[in-house]
Structure formats: C-alpha cells, structure tokens
C-alpha cells in the first residue's frame, strides 16, 4: 500500500516536472532480488504527442549495481542469457530494455553510451516507434535518489526533454502522517493501561 502511495507519489512529480514537455516519465519500484537494501526501479517513456523513435537518456545515482557476466557489458539486454551462467539475476543490473540486435538500434558510441556504478546513459533509435514503453532498470541503494535527464525525440523530429527525481524515502508530509498515527496509538495504549490500573 504504501508502495503504491509512493509509486503515485513519484509519478505525480514526473508529470509536473514535464507538464509542457508531451512526455512523460513514471517508474515503480520493487526490492532487488537477491540484493538487500536496493531496489530495482523500472522506467515508463510515455508521449500523448506523437510516437517517440529516438531516445538520449541518462540516469544517474550516487550508487547504481551493474552485473556484467563473464565481463560481458549490459547497456542493453544483448547479455542477459548469461546471467543464469553466474548465479545472478537480470533485476540486479541496470540496464536499457532494449536489445541492439533484435531492436535494430543505432546506438551512440561511447562516452554517450556509457554505464558505471553510478550511471547509465545512452542515445540510440532503430526500434519500433512507441507511445508508451519501459525503458530502463536502474538498481539504486533503497536511500538513494535517482537522477532522470531524458529527451526524446518524435517521429516528425520534435524534441521533448524531461527532467527529474525519485526517490524511495517517504516524503516528509507522509513521515508526519506516520508521526501522527504513533502519538494516537500511544495514547490509546496509555488510556488502555490506565483503564486496567482503575
Ligand atoms: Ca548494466
């Protein structure tokens, strides 16, 4: 429930922070499997303008896990199949769900295409045009925030940027809320304890 909460929460930002951008950014978020203390964050690129075929995204966060099996990269999901070959699973890296060969993709070279234990960026265009799409995984520490520069590009060669934060840590109205909630029930415990001494 108050995952929900949080996930609405953090979809509302996305979308005040690109109201008059035409896209728009929303994630959810689960434990990372087999990795305690992070979370697994999946990425939505979503457009009520017109199909998006170009994607320029960078994520950023003070830690990001990247699992690169046999010292194969992950940008994209071309090295999944090995994962089972080194006891991981796929939901601990971070990654673009875009595989460059049955997508098609033209991809930016490095530096542009990059990814690091505190990043993951990428230009690239190829695939099938979408209006609404997970785009990316991000595994973050579940204190951290993670860091949003997107801009994607329409078919008629519109460019739309979006911007933003999210983060898995309660905000503050929802901590006082909590903060509430404890006081009554200390109060009701309190007026319980003194009930039983009459
Ligand atoms: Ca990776």
Do not use: H
Request: no cysteine; net charge negative; charged share 10%.
């Amino acid at each position: 429930m108050i995952r929900r909460v949080l996930a609405s929460i953090t979809l509302a930002l996305a979308l005040v922070s690109s109201a008059d951008a035409a896209i728009l950014v929303s994630s959810t978020f689960q434990p990372t499997p087999g990795l305690a203390g992070y979370n697994t964050w999946t990425i939505n690129l979503a457009t009520d303008f017109d199909q998006l075929s170009t994607i320029d995204a960078k994520f950023n966060s003070p830690v990001m896990n990247q699992v690169n099996p046999l010292a194969f990269p992950t940008i994209f999901q071309d090295n999944n199949a090995l994962f089972g070959f080194v006891g991981a699973n796929v939901l601990q890296d971070s990654q673009f769900l875009f595989n460059t060969t049955t997508d098609s993709l033209l991809v930016v070279p490095a530096p542009t295409t990059s990814e690091g234990p505190a990043k993951l960026t990428s230009a690239f265009t190829g695939f099938s045009p979408f209006v609404s799409k997970n785009i990316a995984q991000l595994v973050i520490p579940t204190a951290n925030e993670l860091t949003y520069n997107i801009v994607g590009v329409t078919r008629d060669n519109t460019e739309w940027s979006a911007q933003g934060v999210f983060t898995a840590v309660p905000e503050p109205s929802s901590m006082l809320l909590a903060g509430i909630g404890g006081v009554a029930a200390l109060l009701v415990a309190r007026r319980r304890r003194a009930t039983v001494q009459a």
